[in-house]
């Protein structure tokens, strides 16, 4: 610990040091001095400022005087003002601060900015009679089993403008939490809440701007000769660390403070009421069934625009950034989440195979993709959004990322061969998103794919029809969606009712309806008519917890919308012409229902605070909702361990209840007790533990199995559950409106978000979700894709298929619509990074259609005669072989023969001879391009400069005359010799006589009489 022990201020800080003294010793043999732990309303009150503006600015004058806070200090504390004439010493205030919060409101938001508090470690994480679990061994207290003492190290750090004299710190503890929402609740009522408290502890006598200093805290459970926790049963109990100073030129005031839960399954020996040695715990008749899934997933890494040749050839896959080699390599998130599993699943710490009985693997198909692309080579984009840039990772960084893919995808290997594994929609694609997008072949690679693709490459069989959307709950139209997608073929939604399920079926696919996993309070079983398939079995809560039937609680089925109901944005209405979509809410079928599993909303909340990018789910109502990000990761991991701590205890404690009822005569001792309902412990997709968190929690869970709170249930079981007859009937409820996910219409009850029939609609606003300029542009990428795809004219050269070439691309939309990172600080960061998925995709696609196009001539081409052909060079770059015709544009005059369908070959060219007709002799200029087989254009439109020797009717008409002259010639001469006449023409013959007799004579030479 760091205390200075100057400050500028000498007097005035002996008179405060002088009066703390003097309350001191007026209040040293008053009964709240020593023993128990005070109540909050005994403490001497300090004042509690709400902003900086509370304290007059450095260099400024005028007294500061302090208002009581009966909660916020110690009977030792005494209030003063600034004015060194003055000092006041109060003992045993009951005054209030007029703008103080009262007991029950939050306080965690206003705090003056003058101190920062942070909780660095707690021993022990998780108080028991045994050894203590949690993190790996750590410096400080012995972790070897667990202590009667609670002891609390932290940091208090300048964060002000000013410096801070008198810092202290003490330990408060609040009423143990008997209901699920105070999980959350608790960590954001006001400290007066917390009335359970221990002495103030000096800190610094002062700190300046920036400085910082360290603290340790110990308090004994129970133990009525000193101040105490006063702990007295296990339970989940809400600590609080509180830090009070005196900021200059103000009062004494609380600057900051900081919370977390402590999980205590038993009482160790000796602290319990009445000084009991033995080990305080009780006994429950069966443990609570508990299913985990552990997710694998990253934020989509692979840059867009590569289609498939590309992920096959070393060196050629692309990364947005050197992130996931970095995190697959020793001491990153994702080696230390995967080697923290692989520990805990080792035979000397999970003997009995509990743990890996009760987890299951959540993998994203879109990581194992990557990675796997990864091991045949990599290099890093320069520019992301540019498929063309150059590479910006360094030899070095390719070597030992590709090393690292590859060790780790072994390690995945082997530690899925051992346990369940389930594949998460494909890159976590927002599946409200992948509805609106409409197009069937993107919603197969969302959710029918990525099973395939985990067995593939894990070699595996995983569980299959389970549907878990990223942010854990759905619009009633997308459940629709969902339901057909993964429906068997012929088999209409809700056709299964009542049909166990086949979580582990063919991969040729499901042989049941899904199941879809989403959040215990996005379902309201108010107002349905009952257990599926036992219309005598009405739902009686307000709630899915509120299932009666053993072992379903956690299982309901949820009604799906009825037909043509269309919501606020459109969901429902009628495809527009061309639309791939066959969604049958749009063209008024019938539904049905869906069988649904239930994860536990406060737990799978507080997870999601553990790591170093906390967020809060959408799923969490508005009344729980507070800033996570100004607790430390410790205290986030304590409050994750109490959240997984709480429906174990309660359950047990449930168990104790109603034994004794049935042990004082008030019940029936004939009538078995009921099992306890199960738990479904399920953290967000975009978890981001590190190595020492998530072994923490695994050891937790088998800290629970060892102690008997907890059983494990296979993922199978639970799916048995949902599929079984009897499971209640429910609809789909928004639990928090407005949050950018899902709300319900007007139709539905004021503020609650329930589906309300058939015509509930769900509206989506920009806080969360995919904005519509980015869908719409998506649209307009795949309406592109499916030329594309049409334009594929059979295997590469190297044996690549249309299929695996083109399915990449399809797979870029998806990673553009993917909710990593949406909900939390990132979500500006993740937007862009969308937004840069489908310019690069824009970009990807126009460099495609313009490698397929038409070879502009040199020169002048010259046509020997008018109906020569017309010779067209095409070329194609692509590594794909591609269907295309050709279009003409001719002048008047000229003939283009029927161009028909040509198949270009990859990285090739072929010459076209196209029939062509010319009716005159001159130069021309004709367009050419380049048609995809549904007529759109594709590559560049060339101009040929065509020059014809043809003369049109010239040719024809002065052949015909010349031709009839010489016989008009040639039929007068025959006639005049008929008749005996004189023809002129033989009096030239005559004259030419001698000569040609002199030719016969010589003999070298015909005569002229020979010619003709």
């Not at 129970?222 to 609080?240: F, H, K, M």
């Not at 997933?297 to 692979?302: D, N």
């Not at 906390?614 to 361990?641: E, G, I, K, N, Y």
Request: a negative charge.
């Amino acid at each position: 610990m760091r205390i200075r022990t100057t400050r500028p201020f000498g007097i005035v800080h002996g008179v405060r040091r002088a009066a703390a003294a003097v309350a001191a010793a007026s209040l040293a043999c008053t009964p709240g001095a020593v023993g128990m732990a005070a109540p909050a309303a005994q403490a001497v009150p300090v004042s509690t400022a709400t902003s900086p503006a509370d304290f007059p600015a450095p260099g400024t004058t005028g007294a500061a005087s302090t208002t009581a806070d009966p909660s916020a200090a110690d009977p030792t504390t005494a209030t003063t003002t600034a004015d060194a004439s003055t000092t006041t010493a109060v003992a045993n205030s009951t005054a209030t601060d007029a703008g103080s919060t009262q007991p029950g409101g939050s306080d965690r938001t206003g705090m003056p900015q003058f101190l920062s508090l942070t909780i660095d470690t707690v021993t022990p994480e998780v108080v028991r009679a045994g050894p203590s679990t949690g993190a790996p061994p750590t410096s400080g207290p012995d972790r070897a089993g667990s202590a009667p003492m609670v002891t609390v190290t932290g940091t208090v750090r300048n964060v002000g403008d000013r410096d801070v004299s008198d810092v202290e710190v003490r330990l408060q503890r609040a009423q143990q939490i008997d209901d699920a929402d105070e999980v959350r609740s608790v960590l954001n009522l006001d400290q007066s809440n917390y009335g359970t408290v221990g002495l103030f502890h000096p800190v610094a006598d002062s700190l300046a701007r920036g400085q910082s200093a360290g603290f340790s805290l110990s308090l004994p459970l129970n133990d009525p000769a000193t101040r105490s926790l006063a702990i007295t049963e296990p339970g989940v109990y809400p600590l609080l660390v509180n830090v009070n100073g005196t900021p200059d030129y103000g009062g004494r005031a609380r600057l900051d403070d900081a919370r977390f839960l402590l999980p205590v399954l038993s009482l160790p020996a000796g602290t319990a009421p009445g000084g009991d040695a033995r080990p305080q715990g009780p006994v429950a008749p069966s443990p609570v069934p508990v299913t985990m899934l552990y997710p694998l997933t990253a934020a989509p890494e692979l840059a867009a625009g590569q289609p498939g040749p590309a992920l096959d050839s070393p060196s050629a896959v692309r990364l947005v950034d050197d992130s996931l080699p970095r995190s697959l390599a020793s001491g990153g998130r994702l080696h230390g989440v995967l080697t923290a599993a692989r520990q805990a699943l080792t035979p000397a710490a999970d003997p009995h195979g509990a743990l890996a009985a009760g987890l299951c693997l959540a993998v994203d198909p879109d990581l194992l993709v990557t990675v796997d692309a990864m091991t045949r080579g990599f290099e890093v984009a320069k520019d992301p959004a540019d498929p063309d840039s150059d590479a910006a990772s360094t030899d070095r960084i390719e070597s030992e990322g590709q090393a690292a893919a590859a060790a780790w995808l072994k390690d995945l290997r082997q530690l899925a061969s051992q346990t369940c594994t389930v594949a998460l929609p494909y890159a976590q694609a927002d599946l409200d998103a992948v509805r609106k997008l409409a197009s069937p072949r993107v919603t197969g690679s969302a959710l029918a794919a990525p099973a395939d693709i985990v067995d593939g490459i894990l070699g595996v069989k995983s569980v299959r029809s389970l549907v878990w959307p990223s942010v854990g709950q759905l619009a009633p139209e997308t459940l629709a969606t969902v339901t057909r997608a993964l429906a068997p073929a012929g088999e209409e939604a809700g056709d299964g009712a009542g049909q166990p399920a086949d979580p582990s079926g063919a991969a040729d696919g499901p042989s049941a309806p899904p199941t879809v996993l989403v959040s215990d309070n996005s379902v309201d079983t108010t107002g349905s008519t009952g257990a599926s398939g036992n219309a005598s079995s009405p739902s009686t809560g307000s709630s899915a917890s509120s299932a009666t039937l053993p072992g379903t609680a956690d299982a309901v089925r949820i009604e799906l919308p009825t037909a043509g109901a269309a919501g606020p944005d459109g969901a429902g209405a009628p495809p527009t012409a061309g639309s791939e979509s066959t969604d049958s809410t749009a063209t008024g079928t019938a539904a049905g229902s869906s069988p649904a599993l239930l994860f536990d909303m406060p737990t799978s909340a507080a997870l999601a605070a553990v790591g170093a990018r906390p967020s809060t789910p959408a799923f969490v109502p508005a009344d729980l909702r507070f800033d996570v990000d100004h607790d430390s990761r410790t205290a986030r991991l304590q409050d994750a361990m109490g959240a997984m701590a709480w429906p174990l205890l309660e359950a047990r404690r449930s168990a104790k209840s109603t034994l004794g009822t049935a042990g004082s005569g008030s019940g029936s001792r004939d009538e078995p007790a009921a099992p306890p309902a199960p738990l479904l412990i399920a953290p967000p997709q975009d978890w981001t533990a590190d190595h020492d968190e998530a072994a923490a929690l695994l050891g937790f869970l088998q800290q629970a199995y060892r102690d008997g709170l907890a059983a494990p249930r296979p993922l199978t079981t639970a799916f048995a559950a949902a599929s079984a007859p009897g499971v209640p009937s429910a609809e789909l409820t928004d639990p928090y409106p407005g949050d950018g996910i899902a709300e319900g219409a007007a139709s539905g009850p004021a503020g609650t978000g329930t589906t309300s029939g058939a015509d509930f609609g769900f509206t989506w606003n920009t806080d969360r979700s995919v904005p519509e300029s980015l869908l719409e542009s998506l649209r307009g990428q795949l309406s592109r894709l499916a030329t594309l795809d049409h334009m594929l004219a059979g295997n590469g050269p190297d044996g690549e298929t249309p299929e695996h070439y083109i399915t990449p691309l399809y797979r870029d939309v998806l990673r553009a619509v993917s909710t990593w990172g949406r909900g939390g600080d990132g979500a500006l960061d993740a937007r862009a990074a969308a937004d840069g998925r489908s310019a690069a995709l824009t970009t990807s696609l126009t460099d495609q259609f313009d490698a397929v196009t038409v070879v502009a001539p040199g020169s002048v081409y010259t046509l020997a005669s008018s109906q020569s052909p017309l010779l067209v060079v095409a070329k194609n770059d692509l590594a794909m072989p591609v269907n295309a015709s050709l279009r003409i544009r001719a002048p008047e005059g000229v003939q283009i023969g029927q161009a028909d369908d040509y198949v270009i070959p990859a990285r090739g060219s072929r010459q076209i001879q196209v029939p062509a007709q010319i009716e005159f002799s001159r130069q021309m200029d004709l367009r050419v391009q380049l048609l995809a087989p549904d007529s759109t254009p594709i590559g560049e439109q060339i101009h040929i400069s065509l020059h014809s020797n043809a003369y049109g009717m010239v040719i024809p008409v002065v052949t015909g005359l010349s031709g009839a002259l010489l016989l008009f010639l040639a039929g007068r001469r025959g006639w005049h010799r008929l008749r005996g006449q004189h023809d002129r023409a033989d009096d030239r013959a005559s004259e030419r006589g001698p000569v040609l007799e002199q030719y016969r004579r010589d003999g070298t030479q015909q005569g002229p009489e020979d010619e003709g």
